[in-house]
């Protein structure tokens, strides 16, 4: 296990089980956690496998770590957590008796790669928002606000309020989220396969926590739920296994700028580089 730390954000590099039982991360101190753990699909996460020998494996794995999550999760604190589908209604029958589920989110998004041919392709990931007490707990509903579209546009008069009233041109999202998944040419996305994007966290920290809170992602991969924390002004904790991620991670959280002799830069994309040779050697690429 090992610490990185710098201006109210660490990154652990280690195991998450064992990050979790340790004291690293008191009881009780977190705000906010984001869970997107690996799904037992077989992924390649840099030479770590996504897949376990049974989904039995998986879940009892996966029932581990959530015990541990909401252990340091504060009385007011707020859960987030997602999986693949066919694994969701495990984990919510397993935390509907741990903690008060609010709303069940789908994460919706179209997808340009190759479908399924003789069944319905799966074209949203699920997404768990709990609470550890109901009756207190963080939602900042103005803060995340978007268009009612009847009000805003139809300017529809609603004839029931005494005067009549224009309906409200802003509501609060619904349970169906659409955010486009994080592709290549995009100018956020880092060599991960299932990296989430950042306005997909940029709501759920909004919503569910406040300015010097504490956030807490055990899987954090690219380490986004950290670098869109300390663009909030949140306090972060990413805890990741893959050194590579953990590079990753330094990087954009600005912790480090060289790992053991290693200047952590991110890597052009092959169409920058094209691009750079280009400038370099006129023509060079017109063939």
């Known amino acids: 296990m090992q610490l990185f730390e710098k201006n109210g954000h660490q ?14 991360i008191p009881d009780h101190s977190v705000d906010l956690i984001f869970i997107d753990p690996p799904y037992n699909i077989g992924k390649d996460f840099k030479g770590i496998k996504d897949k376990w020998k049974s989904d039995e494996e998986y879940l009892e794995w996966s029932y581990k770590w959530m015990d541990l999550c909401i252990q340091k999760l504060n009385k007011s604190g707020s859960f987030y957590i997602m999986t693949a589908t066919q694994f969701m209604p495990y984990y919510d029958l397993y935390l509907r008796n741990k903690l008060n589920i609010l709303s069940r989110i789908v994460w919706s998004y179209d997808s340009s790669g190759v479908q399924a041919r003789k069944y319905y392709g799966s074209m949203y990931e699920p997404i768990l928002y709990c609470v550890k007490n109901k009756e207190n707990y963080t939602f900042n509903s103005d803060d995340i606000l978007i268009e009612a579209k009847t009000g805003a546009k139809r300017k529809l008069i609603d004839y029931r309020k005494n005067p009549p009233q224009l309906y409200n041109t802003k509501k609060i999202p619904g349970n169906v989220w659409e955010y486009p998944r994080v592709r290549y040419r995009m100018e956020e996305y880092e060599d991960h396969p299932s990296q989430k994007p950042i306005l997909l966290m940029e709501r759920i920290i909004r919503a569910s926590s406040n300015e010097g809170d504490v956030i807490l992602d055990p899987f954090a991969g690219t380490f986004t739920t950290s670098f869109v924390g300390q663009k909030l002004k949140r306090r ?45 050697i006129p023509g060079l690429f017109d063939q």
């Open 236 to 280: 972060t904790i990413g805890i990741e296994l893959n050194n590579e991620y953990v590079k990753t991670g330094l990087r954009r959280i600005e912790i480090l700028e060289e790992l053991n002799g290693e200047k952590l830069e991110k890597p052009l994309k092959s169409y920058e580089v094209r691009n750079a040779h280009s400038d370099l």
């Open 11 to 24: 990154i652990i590099h280690g195991d998450a089980l064992e990050v979790l039982h340790s004291k690293v």
